[in-house]
């Protein structure tokens, strides 16, 4: 997929953090558990963290984003703001191995900006 942006212009921009209102905070993120493993330790606030990822519009499964495509997962440090919020609420309590598809509704993830192929008020999956 050829996109307007070029690879790293876009991933800078899908890892922007969104700043959200307490009154934003009805919306959740939610997650389907596709690979669940067991470990002794779950991801937490302040771990570093090793991700591949597909980002596609819920609304039309278009994809604007994935690790995959340049074969490189991102690294990040959780709960640090590195990313979107929908990301570091949503890639908590996972043991090494496991999957999760996310769904992120636009408080959790760009809110009313638009950000390169993603319109604003998007609702995101990612997986």
């Not at 640090?80 to 408080?107: A, F, H, N």
């Amino acid at each position: 997929m050829h996109l307007p942006m070029n690879p790293t212009s876009l991933l800078l921009s899908f890892l922007a953090l969104l700043s959200i209102s307490p009154a934003a905070l009805a919306a959740e993120v939610t997650t389907e558990y596709t690979v669940t493993k067991e470990c002794t330790r779950k991801s937490q606030r302040g771990d570093t963290i090793s991700v591949h990822y597909r980002g596609t519009l819920a609304s039309d499964g278009s994809q604007f984003d994935a690790s995959y495509d340049r074969d490189q997962p991102l690294d990040f440090t959780v709960g640090q703001g590195m990313v979107i919020k929908g990301w570091d609420e949503g890639l908590l309590d996972m043991c090494p191995g496991d999957k999760r598809k996310l769904t992120i509704p636009p408080e959790y993830g760009y809110g009313e900006r638009s950000m390169g192929p993603i319109p604003a008020s998007s609702t995101l999956s990612a997986l």
